[in-house]
């Protein structure tokens, strides 16, 4: 059991990865404390306890919190665990070759179900949780869940960049290291981005759009329910296009790849899924553990 102290600061960064949304959980939730943080999440880390300073919550207050996310974990729980399979299940999809239009679409249904389940859970906490605040702490909620949306837009750029870059100058991707790549094969993999490129651009727009919108249904005073489910589908279908763009580029790409890289490559996708089902794990794990 956690003490007093880091179970205020546990339920605290819960409630603010739920109002966040998934990709500030993953982050809050994926990393072993005892571990040397990266900059980005002690950047995290540092915004998160400049909030709590200035939220000042009460005893009252706390305790009014956290009988809320009690009352939803039984919800929650399983939401989130129906949101890591589907991924998972879309991930596969994703990298199959040949294509198969069939389990992509199965995929992507099955995420959109379950993110529109979230968004759902989401929206009724913010509602509850919403008059617990004075004026004032809204305030303060309000500029952290913007100033951390901003951050994880900067680092989802700063991450595309560093791809881009790679590709069009041939230096090792990011996070597969050196695979020993030909010039030949360094221009085919340059050529199927370029010609990608503008639908890349189109997908990414629409879907920074559609996740702007589903935030600000979302964060209602009033739950809205329709209109979060409205904007979830908005986003589902964006997702879904840019499921099915993933898979065309990797089927394209994975005929440039030697059976030596292909290994090289399933190597370390191998690593990152099993690093993120184990954070899953853990998330569940640190919800169930700051409630009971």
Same mark, same amino acid.
Request: without cysteine; glycine residues 4%; neutral net charge.
């Given at each position: 059991?956690?003490?007093?102290?880091?179970?205020?600061?546990?339920?605290?960064?819960?409630?603010?990865?739920?109002?966040?949304?998934?990709? #500030?959980?993953?982050?809050?939730?994926? /990393?072993?404390?005892?571990?040397?943080?990266?900059?980005?999440?002690? $950047?995290?880390? $540092?915004? &998160?306890?400049?909030?709590?300073?200035?939220?000042?919550?009460?005893?009252?207050?706390?305790?009014?919190? /956290?009988?809320?996310?009690?009352?939803?974990?039984?919800?929650?729980?399983?939401?989130?665990?129906?949101?890591? @399979?589907?991924?998972?299940?879309?991930?596969?999809?994703?990298?199959?070759?040949?294509?198969?239009?069939?389990?992509?679409?199965?995929?992507?249904?099955?995420?959109?179900?379950?993110?529109?389940?979230?968004?759902? *859970?989401?929206?009724?906490? &913010?509602?509850?949780?919403?008059?617990?605040?004075?004026?004032?702490?809204?305030?303060?909620?309000?500029? #952290?869940?913007? +100033?951390?949306? $901003? %951050?994880?837009?900067?680092?989802?750029?700063?991450?595309?960049?560093?791809?881009?870059?790679?590709?069009?100058?041939?230096?090792?991707?990011?996070?597969?290291?050196?695979?020993?790549?030909?010039?030949?094969? +360094?221009?085919?993999? /340059?050529?199927?981005?370029?010609?990608?490129?503008?639908?890349?651009?189109? %997908?990414?727009?629409?879907?920074?759009?559609?996740?702007?919108?589903?935030?600000?249904?979302?964060?209602?005073?009033?739950?809205?329910?329709?209109?979060?489910?409205?904007?979830?589908?908005?986003?589902?279908?964006?997702?879904?296009?840019?499921?099915?763009?993933?898979? @065309?580029?990797?089927?394209?790409?994975?005929?440039?790849?030697?059976?030596? @890289?292909? *290994? +090289?490559?399933?190597?370390?996708?191998?690593?990152?899924?099993?690093?993120?089902?184990?954070?899953? /794990?853990?998330?569940?794990?640190?919800?169930?553990?700051?409630?009971?």
């Amino acid at each position: 059991m956690i003490s007093k102290r880091h179970s205020y600061l546990a339920t605290s960064l819960f409630v603010a990865s739920l109002l966040a949304g998934p990709a #500030f959980a993953q982050s809050a939730g994926s /990393k072993n404390v005892e571990a040397q943080p990266s900059p980005a999440v002690s $950047g995290f880390v $540092g915004e &998160f306890l400049d909030f709590l300073d200035a939220l000042d919550l009460t005893d009252s207050q706390r305790a009014e919190i /956290k009988a809320i996310l009690r009352s939803h974990s039984r919800t929650l729980i399983p939401i989130l665990q129906q949101e890591a @399979q589907a991924r998972e299940a879309l991930f596969a999809a994703i990298h199959h070759v040949p294509m198969e239009n069939t389990a992509l679409e199965r995929g992507a249904r099955a995420a959109a179900a379950a993110d529109n389940l979230l968004a759902l *859970e989401r929206a009724r906490i &913010f509602s509850e949780i919403y008059p617990v605040l004075s004026e004032e702490q809204r305030g303060v909620v309000a500029a #952290f869940l913007e +100033k951390i949306r $901003g %951050i994880i837009l900067e680092r989802a750029s700063d991450i595309r960049g560093r791809i881009e870059a790679a590709i069009m100058t041939g230096q090792p991707l990011p996070a597969l290291g050196n695979l020993g790549l030909t010039e030949a094969q +360094k221009q085919a993999l /340059k050529e199927i981005y370029t010609r990608h490129e503008p639908e890349i651009e189109d %997908i990414l727009a629409r879907e920074k759009s559609a996740r702007t919108d589903l935030v600000a249904a979302i964060r209602r005073p009033v739950a809205n329910l329709a209109a979060v489910s409205a904007a979830s589908a908005s986003v589902a279908t964006v997702d879904r296009d840019l499921a099915f763009l993933r898979a @065309q580029i990797w089927n394209e790409a994975a005929l440039v790849f030697t059976p030596a @890289q292909h *290994e +090289k490559i399933s190597a370390t996708r191998d690593r990152v899924h099993t690093l993120l089902a184990s954070g899953r /794990k853990a998330l569940t794990v640190f919800i169930l553990d700051l409630l009971y």
